[in-house]
């Protein structure tokens, strides 16, 4: 019982005063379990909502994520809140210093306050979402994660690339995924002068319809570009569902034209220049 009562003593020791706060172990050890019971919520709750809630709504990953992320800010904030009210500090007071220090942090640290602005316009506006596939300052890949300051793409390498959020709002962003997924892949094709431009089509028509992968609605189609220097030019157009698939789509496809052409005796002509040699130079000795 001596060893309680001076491990209370201890714990009840005044470790310093801010203003009519006096701050002892015991605060302290009550504030830090309180933020650790807003993470073990935050946690708990968001395991409920994607077991419970979104498996039957059947939301969109990306709709579930910012759900979640935004719910975690909000019972960290309020778990912050608490702890702070705990200590008998005056939360107007607190208020106005933190404001103070936001326009301090937002001078000193703009780069990373940049992008947390934009992790939070990236939540509620959701115009990139975990899931889309994207291109964004060079990378191309699928959204696995959007969090405070960065987001993680996934490259089709499997390779994770830490991207700035406000890559995502300042700059130029292809979505493949951005409300319809589907996206049309070119196969440009030329062909020899002399060949039949309705075997070509007919012949690019097969192939595209032909890979498991193309959609029938839209169907494929094949245009007549131009007349080239030394082939026709065609281009057979073609809807898939899965963007992160255009890439091998498209050469499967590539593939599957080079043997068509090949059993329909349909030739693709070499690119051909013309070479000028000029005669009579007399070369000077010196």
Same mark, same amino acid.
């Given at each position: 019982?001596?060893?309680?009562?001076?491990? $209370? *003593?201890?714990?009840?020791?005044?470790?310093?005063?801010?203003?009519?706060?006096?701050?002892?172990?015991?605060?302290?050890?009550?504030?830090?379990?309180?933020?650790?019971?807003?993470?073990?919520?935050?946690?708990?709750? #968001?395991?409920?909502?994607?077991?419970?809630?979104?498996?039957? %709504?059947?939301?969109?990953?990306?709709?579930?994520?910012?759900?979640?992320?935004?719910?975690?800010?909000?019972?960290?904030?309020?778990?912050?809140?608490?702890?702070?009210?705990?200590?008998?500090?005056? $939360?107007?007071?607190?208020?106005?210093?933190?404001?103070?220090?936001?326009?301090? $942090?937002?001078?000193?640290?703009?780069?990373?306050?940049?992008?947390?602005?934009?992790?939070?316009?990236?939540?509620?506006?959701?115009?990139? #979402?975990?899931?889309?596939?994207?291109?964004?300052?060079?990378?191309?890949?699928?959204?696995?994660?959007?969090?405070?300051?960065?987001?993680?793409?996934?490259?089709?390498?499997?390779?994770?690339?830490?991207?700035? /959020?406000?890559?995502?709002?300042?700059? /130029?962003?292809?979505?493949?995924?951005?409300?319809?997924?589907?996206?049309?892949?070119? %196969?440009?094709?030329?062909?020899?002068?002399?060949?039949?431009? *309705?075997?070509?089509?007919?012949?690019?028509?097969?192939v595209g319809e032909a890979h498991p992968e193309?959609?029938?609605?839209?169907?494929?189609? %094949?245009?007549?570009?131009?007349?080239?220097?030394?082939?026709?030019?065609?281009?057979? $157009?073609?809807?898939? +569902?899965?963007?992160?698939?255009? /890439?091998?789509?498209?050469?499967?496809?590539?593939?599957?034209?080079?043997? +068509?052409?090949?059993?329909?005796?349909?030739?693709?002509?070499?690119?051909?220049?013309?070479?000028?040699?000029?005669?009579?130079? /007399?070369?000077?000795?010196?």
């Amino acid at each position: 019982m001596k060893s309680l009562n001076e491990i $209370l *003593d201890v714990l009840g020791q005044k470790l310093v005063s801010i203003g009519e706060v006096t701050v002892t172990p015991v605060l302290l050890i009550t504030m830090a379990l309180i933020i650790i019971l807003s993470f073990a919520a935050s946690w708990l709750i #968001q395991r409920l909502l994607r077991r419970k809630v979104f498996a039957r %709504v059947r939301l969109k990953q990306g709709a579930q994520e910012a759900i979640c992320r935004i719910l975690h800010y909000v019972i960290l904030i309020l778990g912050t809140f608490i702890a702070i009210d705990q200590t008998g500090i005056n $939360l107007t007071a607190l208020a106005a210093l933190s404001a103070v220090l936001m326009v301090g $942090l937002g001078i000193g640290l703009q780069n990373i306050t940049s992008n947390f602005i934009s992790g939070l316009i990236l939540l509620f506006e959701r115009p990139v #979402q975990v899931g889309d596939f994207v291109e964004v300052s060079g990378v191309q890949g699928t959204v696995r994660a959007i969090r405070a300051r960065s987001s993680r793409v996934e490259t089709l390498d499997n390779v994770s690339i830490i991207v700035p /959020n406000s890559n995502f709002i300042s700059e /130029n962003v292809t979505n493949w995924s951005y409300r319809d997924e589907k996206v049309r892949i070119h %196969v440009n094709v030329g062909v020899s002068y002399g060949a039949d431009v *309705d075997l070509v089509e007919e012949t690019l028509l097969k192939v595209g319809e032909a890979h498991p992968e193309v959609l029938r609605d839209p169907e494929p189609r %094949v245009q007549f570009l131009n007349f080239g220097d030394s082939s026709l030019s065609f281009v057979l $157009l073609v809807w898939i +569902a899965i963007p992160a698939r255009q /890439n091998f789509v498209r050469s499967d496809l590539n593939f599957a034209v080079v043997k +068509a052409f090949r059993e329909e005796n349909i030739t693709i002509p070499f690119p051909q220049r013309d070479l000028h040699l000029r005669t009579g130079f /007399n070369a000077t000795s010196v």
